[in-house]
T-cell receptor
Framework: ETGVTQTPRHLVMGMTNKKSLKCEQH?????MYWYKQSAKKPLELMFV???????ENNSVPSRFSPECPNSSHLFLHLHTLQPEDSALYLC???????????????FGPGTRLTVL | DQQVKQNSPSLSVQEGRISILNCDYT??????FLWYKKYPAEGPTFLIS?????DKNEDGRFTVFLNKSAKHLSLHIVPSQPGDSAVYFC?????????????FGKGTKLTVNP
């Protein structure tokens, strides 16, 4: 596997379910990101992890809970979501080396989430 | 309020001609800009970037122009090819202050007709 992979690619869940999205990067990067893309809206940054530490939480509701056990894996735990949370969730990674702010982000294919 | 705007949701050009995709931004702190391309069922792919110390960056058929005074950037693709048909996202970042946050536009869907 190369690049950034995400599983599952599609997920349908009820409002009372608990599910998790998984992201794995095979690029040796140190920074990982979760983005949300809703219909007709720009990509919105949700969380940033750099060297496994969360460095940014973009005012995301607590029903979304990220976890970064190591630099290669990133999870997004979902609990009691709302129908308006239905969207494409994209994971990305970048070098994230300290002081390097011009690094390029590489995206996974995304998980298409539908909340019923 | 959107800080990065791509006012044209779609653009259609003939193969071999030039495609020009436009992007405007409002935040004067933005000093690094990127273009991403996205095919259906795939994540965005990095295409080209430009720092605010430059006004032009070229990579093969792709050139990005930056007009800081107008807070405007554009992506030129010449000659356009049918394989360039995709959604193009403009993104911006304010590197001073250490933020890793990229702000994206809504995207422009480019169709290159054979």
């Amino acid at each position: 596997e190369t690049g950034v992979t995400q599983t599952p690619r599609h997920l349908v869940m009820g409002m009372t379910n608990k599910k998790s999205l998984k992201c794995e990067q095979h690029l040796g990067h140190n920074a990982m990101y979760w983005y949300k893309q809703s219909a007709k809206k720009p990509l919105e940054l949700m969380f940033v992890y750099n060297f496994k530490e969360q460095t940014e939480n973009n005012s995301v509701p607590s029903r979304f809970s990220p976890e970064c056990p190591n630099s290669s894996h990133l999870f997004l735990h979902l609990h009691t979501l709302q129908p308006e949370d239905s969207a494409l969730y994209l994971c990305a990674s970048s070098d994230g080396l300290a002081g390097v702010l011009y690094d390029t982000q590489y995206f996974g294919p995304g998980t298409r989430l539908t909340v019923l | 309020d959107q800080q990065v705007k791509q006012n044209s949701p779609s653009l259609s050009v003939q193969e071999g001609r030039i495609s020009i995709l436009n992007c405007d931004y409002t935040n004067s702190m933005f000093d690094y800009f990127l273009w991403y391309k996205k095919y259906p069922a795939e994540g965005p792919t990095f295409l080209i970037s430009i720092s605010s110390i430059k006004d032009k960056n070229e990579d093969g058929r792709f050139t990005v122009f930056l007009n800081k005074s107008a807070k405007h950037l554009s992506l030129h693709i010449v000659p356009s090819q049918p394989g360039d048909s995709a959604v193009y996202f403009c993104a911006a970042k304010a590197t001073q202050g250490g933020s890793e946050k990229l702000v994206f536009g809504k995207g422009t869907k480019l169709t290159v007709n054979p």
